[in-house]
Structure formats: C-alpha cells, structure tokens
C-alpha cells in the first residue's frame, strides 16, 4: 500500500507540473536571496528596520523561524527540509507567482506584488497578503519574545506599509494587545520546543506534539486574520473570494490531523491550487485554462466549504472527533490526501468514513 501511494505520489507531481508554480531549487520561491540573517536588514541608529511589506525580509523572517528551531525539530525526521514550519513561505512563494500579492482594487495601477517588481514589494491591500501578515510577522515576534529567534539583536522595529493601511500591528506589544490569543498560541509553541524535544517521549509523540501546538497557533492567526483582513476579501471576483473561502476552511481539517507540513508534503498538496486570481467568469471545475487538478482542488475546497455550512458547521467538528488519537490523525492525512489529490475519491463517502472513525474512539 505504502509503495502504491508512493508511486501516485510521483506521478501526481509529474502531472501537477502545469499547475501552480511552489518551489524554486527545491525551495520556497526567492528563497536564496532572502537575507539568512537579521543583522544583513537595513538598521537605524543601531535598531534592525524590518519591511514586512518588501517580499524577501518577509522570507527572512521565516528564514529567521525555521532556522531557530531546526535544532528542536529532530523528531520530523532527518535533513533540512522537514521543519513544518516549511508550508508558510511555500504559500507566500505561491501567492507571489500566482499574481496574489497585487492589490486588487478596480483601477488599480500599482505594480507591487508582481513578481517582475524590484525590489520585489507586497501590497497592504491584497487579502492574501494580509492573512499571511498574521502568519508571518506574528510568530516571528512571539519567536523573538521568547528568545527563540533574533538571538543577539538587540533592537528590531517593524515598519509600517507606505500606504494607508493603518490596521497591521507592529510590535510584540501592539500585537499582543490586538490579538492576545494568536500570540499566546504562537508563544507556548516556541516555548514549548526545547522541553518536547529534550524529552524521554518517542519521536512519533513528540512530533505529534510538537504539531499540535503549531496547529493551534496557526489556526488562531488565522481566525484573527479572517476577521482583520475581511474588508480586502471584498475587492475578489466572486470565484476568487469563494476560493478563499475553500481555502481558509480547509486549515481546519489539516489542523486537527496533525498535518505534517514539510517541503515534500507541503508542495504536493499545494501544486493544485489555481496558478492565476479567479475572473468572475470562471466556473470552477470547467476553467478551460486551468489544468484539471487545479478545477479539482478548486471543486473540493468548495464542495466541502459548502456541505460545512449546509450541515452548520458539523463536517468539521464531526472530522475534528474523528482525529481523537495519533493513530487517528495519521489516517486522517490519508484521507486528505484521497480527498484532495485524487480525483476518483467519492468525496460523497466521506461522512461515513469519519463516523466509523469517531465511533471507534
């Protein structure tokens, strides 16, 4: 069985190389010429200037994350790439090249968040890049808080967009005042990492942990997010906005299994997402210009949006039952996978599956 996936995996990738661009060298897109450390951004009067609007000191706040945390992150298994906390400058290399880090209001002339740009800018009004702003700034200042990150910098300062955006928090203090619970969630994981890791559990407990605590924090940025960024969701065609609507209630599901979202993993799963912004003549699954996994995932994510709210909300606490053990969060992933990536799955199937998993809990 384990071989069989093993090869639908790899013809997947081969299939999905018309559809969304993820990775650059096997790595998040720009991700060699983001700044490896802090101290090579722009510094006033001794204190690092951080432009979180400027693509590349975006990357290097992941840069910053990742590499900080690489020592506590042994039990995802061996190299570089298996960190999860890889999906998030996938997804911002991903929004880069799919067009979504422009501003979408009408008229607009603005060419920052194109790819082309130099140096390459994110506009404040893009949805996307708001969301990702409470997944990138928020936990950089939670990891340097709590001394994982920013190790020997004495002073950092978050600037403001040029534009009029006023409505981003800038420091730990702002932040945790606006969103106290995101950044509580983003706090206990960094804290947390050095006791799971140095821990007598086994590895397979550990990670599990280690993912849990992850999940929590980026689904309360998200949750915060959702409801800071609402306004700029509005200036979406009505395909682009129930798309992210898919999207963002997918992270749901992917929470609560635990997902393990490591480079590998992270661009199988992103690879189907729609290359371009959706026109508000496009009819999802019959883009003629999009491949057929890309209608795929973009039929999915909507199908499951909408049996959630038609149901109230049940799909995702009876799948959030059924992922009640490690073992169970592990069959979980299968099944996102089924879901998400195969095309032949019976989606229709899927409320028994989970009930059979639930009850047997």
Not at 96 to 109: E, F, I, V, W
């Amino acid at each position: 069985m384990g071989f069989i996936r093993a090869v639908a995996a790899a013809v997947l990738l081969v299939v999905l190389g018309q559809a969304a661009v993820v990775t650059e060298n096997g790595l998040p897109i720009q991700w060699d010429k983001a700044p490896s450390e802090l101290s090579q951004l722009p510094t006033v009067d001794g204190v690092i200037q951080v432009n979180p609007w400027d693509y590349l000191q975006r990357m290097a706040l992941y840069k910053s994350m990742i590499n900080s945390t690489d020592p506590y992150m042994s039990s995802m298994g061996p190299g570089e790439k298996e960190s999860p906390l890889w999906s998030l400058p996938l997804q911002l290399g991903w929004k880069l090249k799919s067009g979504r880090l422009t501003d979408p209001s009408p008229g607009s002339s603005s060419t920052c968040g194109l790819e082309s740009s130099e140096p390459v800018c994110i506009s404040p009004q893009s949805w996307y890049a708001c969301m990702n702003y409470y997944l990138s700034v928020l936990p950089f200042l939670a990891a340097v808080q709590t001394g994982v990150a920013g190790k020997g910098e004495t002073q950092l300062h978050i600037q403001a967009p040029a534009e009029e955006a006023q409505d981003y928090c800038s420091s730990y203090t702002d932040c945790s005042t606006k969103h106290p619970d995101a950044m509580t969630k983003w706090e206990t994981f960094f804290q947390s990492l050095q006791h799971i890791n140095n821990s007598d559990d086994t590895d397979f407990n550990k990670k599990d942990k280690i993912l849990g605590l992850l999940w929590a924090a980026e689904e309360a940025s998200l949750q915060t997010a959702s409801l800071a960024c609402s306004e700029r969701q509005k200036l979406y065609s009505s395909p682009e906005v129930r798309f992210g609507q898919g999207w963002l209630s997918s992270a749901a599901y992917v929470a609560a299994s635990h997902f393990h979202a490591n480079i590998e993993k992270s661009e199988k799963y992103m690879a189907p997402l729609p290359s371009r912004v959706l026109k508000e003549s496009d009819s999802p699954p019959k883009i003629t210009d999009l491949s057929a996994e890309e209608n795929h995932t973009l039929h999915i994510l909507g199908w499951m949006n909408s049996v959630n709210q038609l149901l109230g909300g049940s799909l995702v606490n009876l799948w959030r039952r059924a992922m009640c053990s490690p073992q169970a969060r592990e069959k979980g992933q299968g099944l996102l996978y089924d879901l998400i990536l195969d095309p032949k799955f019976p989606g229709t199937s899927l409320m028994a599956i989970l009930t059979e998993m639930s009850t047997s809990c």
